[in-house]
C-alpha cells in the first residue's frame, strides 16, 4: 500500500504558551510534520529554507507581522499557493476586515474553537489543497521603470489581473539584481533609466546562460526612430509606444505574448428558466428584466479566486446588444 503523505506545517506564535499548545496538537496529527517561527521574519526565514505545505500564524508579532508575512509571500510565484490560515485570539473587526482585503482565505478565531477543531479545520484545508484538481499557473511578471507615476500605473493595471504576480524595478541596475534572485515569467521595461538602460538590461540577460530566458516587453512613450530601429537591431520581439496604447491593451498584449488564458466564462441564462427573473433583479433590478427582447441574456462570469472558496465575478450590461 502507498504511504500517507507527509505534511510540513508552519506555525508562527510570538507568545511562547500558545505556540506550545498549537505545536503540541499538531504534531499528534499522524502526517503532520511541525515547525515553529517566534515571528514573521523568523517564519519568513525559514520558508526560504523548506517547503511548506501551510504556514498557520498570529497577527501580532514583532519584527513582522502575520498581514505583512502573507503579503511578501505574494511576491513569490512558488509561495503564492501554500494555504496561509491567520489565528487572532478575538477576531478583531479591524483584523478581519484586512485579512478579507488582503484576500487571505483562511481566518481562524481562536477564542471560538478548541485546539483539536483548529487541528481539524488545518487538515481539512492542507488535504483539499493536496487533492485539488484545479490549478492555475500564475505568470511572474516584473515591471521596470523609474518614473514612480508611470511605474504605479502598471503595477496596478498587472495587480488587478488575477493571472499575475507583479514585482517591479526603478532601473535596469535594480531589475537584474532581482532577476538574478527570481525566475520571471516576462519583463516589462521602459527603455531610458538611470544606472542600466532597458537595452543594456536586456542584453546582459540575454547574455548570461545561467539565467531564465523570458520575453523582454520593451516600452517607449514617444516611439522613437532610432529606439525601434536598435530594438529591431537587438531581436527584441515586442516594442510597444505607450502613447499609442493604452494600459488596457498592453495589459492585453502581454497576455497574448504569455498565451495567458482569461478565466472567463459565457453563461447563458434562458428567459424560459422560472429562476431567470429572480435572477436578473437579484444583481441588476427590476428595470433589467424587461430590458431585452432576445431569448437569452448573456452574463460574463469571471473566476477571480482559482481555490476554494471559489470566487467569481458577474457582469450584464443590459443595453447591450
Request: glycine share 4%; charged share 25%.
Amino acid at each position: 500500500m502507498p504511504n500517507n503523505p507527509i505534511y510540513n506545517i508552519l506555525l508562527i506564535e510570538d507568545d511562547e504558551l500558545i505556540r506550545s499548545i498549537y505545536s503540541e496538537r499538531l504534531a499528534k496529527e499522524s502526517d503532520f510534520r511541525v515547525d515553529t517561527a517566534v515571528d514573521g521574519l523568523d517564519g519568513l526565514n525559514k520558508i526560504k529554507e523548506k517547503d511548506y505545505d501551510l504556514i498557520f500564524t498570529g497577527i501580532q508579532m514583532p519584527n513582522m507581522t502575520g498581514f505583512e508575512l502573507f503579503q511578501k509571500m505574494q511576491g513569490n510565484a512558488k509561495w503564492i499557493e501554500i494555504p496561509f490560515v491567520i489565528f487572532s485570539h478575538l477576531g478583531r473587526a479591524e483584523d478581519v476586515q484586512k485579512a478579507h482585503d488582503l484576500r487571505i482565505q483562511h481566518f481562524i478565531v481562536r477564542g471560538n474553537h478548541t485546539p483539536n477543531d483548529i487541528a481539524q479545520k488545518l487538515h481539512d484545508i492542507v488535504v483539499e489543497k493536496q487533492h485539488s484538481s484545479i490549478a492555475f499557473k500564475k505568470s511572474h511578471i516584473l515591471i521596470v521603470e523609474d518614473d514612480p507615476a508611470i511605474r504605479s500605473v502598471y503595477i496596478e493595471c498587472f495587480q488587478a489581473e488575477s493571472n499575475f504576480i507583479v514585482d517591479n524595478a526603478v532601473d535596469g541596475l535594480d531589475a537584474m539584481n532581482k532577476i538574478r534572485q527570481q525566475d520571471y515569467d516576462l519583463i516589462f521595461t521602459g527603455i531610458q533609466m538611470p544606472n542600466m538602460t532597458g537595452f543594456d538590461l536586456f542584453q546582459a540577460v540575454r547574455g548570461d546562460a545561467s539565467l531564465k530566458q523570458p520575453p523582454f516587453v520593451l516600452f517607449s512613450h514617444l516611439g522613437r526612430s532610432e529606439d525601434m530601429a536598435r530594438a529591431e537591431d537587438l531581436k527584441v520581439n515586442h516594442f510597444i509606444v505607450r502613447g499609442q496604447t493604452s494600459p488596457h491593451d498592453i495589459v492585453s498584449k502581454i497576455k497574448d505574448i504569455l498565451n495567458v488564458k482569461d478565466r472567463t466564462y459565457n453563461l447563458l441564462l434562458s428567459k424560459d428558466s422560472p429562476d431567470y427573473a429572480e435572477f436578473i433583479e437579484a444583481f441588476w433590478g427590476a428595470d433589467c428584466v424587461d430590458q431585452r427582447d432576445s431569448a437569452t441574456m448573456p452574463i460574463l462570469v469571471t473566476l477571480q479566486q482559482p481555490q476554494q472558496p471559489y470566487v467569481f465575478s458577474i457582469e450584464l450590461d443590459c443595453n447591450k446588444e
